[in-house]
């Protein structure tokens, strides 16, 4: 059930905003890597209040940052999601997107590494769907080599 709906976000991002030209569209399982230089993570959260999702983010040599965002796929429906980066080496960082808006981009400064990626809702009772761009640029904006594994998927 979870990948149908999964499969369904990815098909409205598409309709809506074209996103396969623009990127790789990510459609991952728990424990799944994916390589490129944006990824952008389709998915859907689950119904309860508490639902997560939560990805490794790998960011090779030369990395001296990694930047998140997410898209509100559901529409204006009173839930909005967080995004947060952190890196295990100081405090993480969050922004909250707008009700059916994008959020602003996020930016967490550190060297290469593991990043870990949150996308969490306010609210509960329904399934939501969002897109998450993900990745790593070095001092002059370039990608470093950089991974994404789906660690936990609700």
Same mark, same amino acid.
């Given at each position: 059930?979870?990948?149908?709906?999964?499969?369904?976000a990815?098909?409205?991002?598409?309709?809506?905003?074209?996103?396969?030209?623009a990127?790789?569209? +990510?459609?991952?399982?728990?424990?799944?890597?994916?390589?490129?230089?944006?990824v952008?993570?389709? @998915?859907?959260?689950?119904?309860?209040?508490?639902?997560?999702?939560?990805?490794?983010?790998?960011?090779?040599?030369g #990395?001296?940052?990694?930047?998140?965002d !997410?898209?509100d796929?559901?529409? +204006?429906d009173?839930?909005?999601?967080?995004?947060?980066?952190?890196?295990?080496?100081g405090?993480? +960082?969050?922004?909250? &997107?707008?009700?059916?808006?994008?959020? #602003?981009?996020? #930016?967490?400064?550190s060297?290469?590494?593991?990043?870990q990626? #949150?996308?969490?809702k306010? &609210?509960?009772g329904? !399934?939501?769907?969002?897109?998450?761009? +993900?990745?790593?640029? @070095?001092?002059i &904006?370039?990608?470093?080599?950089q991974?994404?594994?789906?660690?936990?998927?609700?």
């Open positions: 059930m979870k990948m149908k709906r999964f499969s369904i990815c098909a409205v991002a598409l309709l809506i905003f074209g996103l396969g030209s990127a790789a569209i +990510v459609l991952a399982q728990e424990g799944e890597a994916i390589e490129r230089d944006h952008q993570l389709n @998915n859907s959260i689950g119904v309860s209040t508490l639902a997560t999702d939560v990805y490794a983010l790998q960011c090779g040599p #990395t001296n940052r990694a930047q998140a !997410v898209l796929l559901g529409g +204006v009173g839930r909005r999601f967080t995004v947060t980066l952190s890196s295990g080496l405090p993480s +960082v969050s922004v909250t &997107g707008p009700d059916g808006g994008l959020s #602003t981009l996020l #930016t967490l400064f060297g290469p590494g593991q990043f990626v #949150t996308v969490s306010t &609210g509960g329904f !399934v939501e769907v969002y897109n998450s761009v +993900v990745h790593c640029l @070095n001092s &904006g370039g990608h470093p080599t991974s994404v594994i789906v660690v936990q998927n609700q």
